[in-house]
């Protein structure tokens, strides 16, 4: 095992030291090199070390480099030291963060990596929170326990009783509402069509006065960072509006409520401390291993009594937070060591210039292509930039021909019915020469599209 260990240690390091020059995108000849994988299941056992050695030798050729400082394809953050360190550690433990009782270390590390987050996003003290796969997860653990609170105010035990006969809600929704919530919507019986939609402004932001009349067991999903604008709902204002009618707000802040860390870009989430429950990545700007998402809600007791299961052979609830009782999940790896360390080795001044030095490099990647003459479509408050290189066929082919040529990644969209490239910067990793370097290749490639 130890010889195993080092060894990988070796070729990680190694990866990781490739990242600035490597290619961005596998190149086809490593993807095609995966179909060597493709073989019938082994008779027999092989050994630790050659296993290794053919997933280092096949395998990494053809990952994409979300661990270097050029992808830009997503908002997927890298690795921090302390968190990739953390999430190898955590591998070695292979404990089941489930219950205190039986695992209280990674208990221990939820519990105060969860006390630091609700401190820096300014959220209740007293408010829950699960540690999940992701945003999707997170949405979708955050509404169910919205489900629970506002059909249990209508006399209805959602939970024992489903949803067959059950009050209606009203769950009202933006135009520009994340498919990650409408999923989420379908998975607890809600329905991803059964919603009331707000119109958006031109950067994607429900509009507050287009809101209908609340009433009734409502529910209404808001979102701090839009996928491709990087714009924020205003909460504040939605929130005043639903507490009279006793409306349930969410929101889905997947990147976007650690703005809140960021004192200069914290205008941009105002209001968010109002809400009632909070949608979060951990994998994205927070720069941990995927797969890490946080749920947090108000009330925790709807939390717990949306996600809470008991059985002879488990142990019952104690004074301690046991983890597993806010999840979907039962068995479930010890993933707040990767947060716990990553907040221990940024602290909020580290956090603060993490998100607020992303934005000033999107900001740099707005100013310089529209310098060389390309058209912005939203504007750069946060870390998301959308470009057009002119009509949609030109826009694509620039998109395509950077993917080719592997400097760096970044992907397409269509906002507002404009093909645009989506540009995401949210790695420790990116410096200004990152975006430099890209956007010289990006202009380049726009240019010989534009002609050709
Ligand atoms: C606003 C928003 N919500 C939810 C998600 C889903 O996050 P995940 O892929 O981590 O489940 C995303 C992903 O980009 C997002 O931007």
């Not at 010889?3 to 990680?12: M, P």
């Not at 999430?87 to 219950?99: E, F, K, P, R």
């Not at 287009?210 to 839009?226: D, F, H, K, M, S």
Request: charged share 20%; glycine share 10%.
């Amino acid at each position: 095992m130890r010889n195993l260990l080092h060894d990988v240690a070796e070729r990680s390091a190694r990866y990781l030291e490739s990242m600035d020059e490597r290619r961005v995108g596998p190149a086809p000849e490593a993807v095609a090199g995966l179909a060597r994988l493709d073989e019938p299941l082994p008779d027999g056992p092989s050994d630790p070390g050659q296993v290794l050695d053919l997933l280092d030798r096949v395998v990494t050729p053809a990952t994409v480099a979300f661990a270097g400082p050029r992808f830009f394809g997503f908002v997927a953050g890298g690795s921090l030291p302390a968190a990739l360190a953390a999430n190898w550690l955590a591998g070695a433990w292979d404990q089941n963060s489930v219950y205190w009782s039986v695992t209280p270390a990674p208990s221990m590390l939820e519990y105060v990596a969860l006390r630091w987050m609700v401190e820096l996003f300014g959220l209740p003290p007293s408010c829950a929170a699960a540690f999940v796969t992701g945003a999707t997860v997170a949405n979708f653990t955050a509404l169910a326990a919205a489900r629970h609170a506002v059909l249990a105010r209508a006399g209805w035990n959602v939970e024992a009783d489903g949803l067959y006969g059950a009050p209606p809600i009203t769950v009202v929704v933006g135009a520009e509402v994340h498919p990650s919530v409408s999923k989420s919507l379908g998975m607890l019986g809600l329905g991803r069509n059964r919603v009331v939609t707000v119109p958006a402004d031109a950067q994607g932001r429900m509009r507050p006065d287009a809101l209908p009349r609340l009433a009734g067991p409502t529910l209404i999903c808001t979102q701090v960072g839009n996928v491709n604008t990087g714009a924020s709902d205003a909460v504040a204002e939605v929130c005043a509006r639903a507490r009279p009618a006793g409306a349930w707000v969410h929101v889905d802040g997947a990147f976007g409520l650690w703005a809140k860390a960021a004192p200069a870009r914290a205008p941009l989430v105002r209001g968010i401390e109002e809400a009632d429950s909070w949608a979060t990545d951990a994998h994205k700007w927070l720069n941990v291993p995927f797969d890490s998402g946080l749920a947090f809600v108000r009330d925790g007791e709807a939390l717990r009594a949306a996600m809470s299961v008991t059985a002879e052979y488990l142990p019952p609830s104690g004074e301690r937070r046991n983890p597993g009782e806010y999840t979907p999940e039962l068995s479930r790896r010890a993933r707040g060591a990767e947060v716990w360390a990553a907040l221990k080795q940024l602290g909020r001044r580290g956090l603060a210039e993490l998100v607020e030095g992303n934005c000033r490099l999107a900001k740099r990647f707005a100013d310089r292509l529209s310098a060389a003459g390309y058209e912005i479509l939203n504007d750069v408050v946060l870390n998301q930039v959308l470009v057009s290189f002119g009509p949609p066929a030109t826009t694509n082919r620039v998109i395509a021909e950077l993917q080719r040529d592997g400097t760096c990644w970044c992907g397409g969209t269509v906002w507002q019915g404009k093909t645009a490239m989506r540009i995401s910067v949210s790695s420790w990793a990116t410096t200004e020469h990152d975006v430099d370097r890209s956007v010289e290749v990006m202009v380049r490639l726009a240019r010989a599209a534009g002609v050709s």
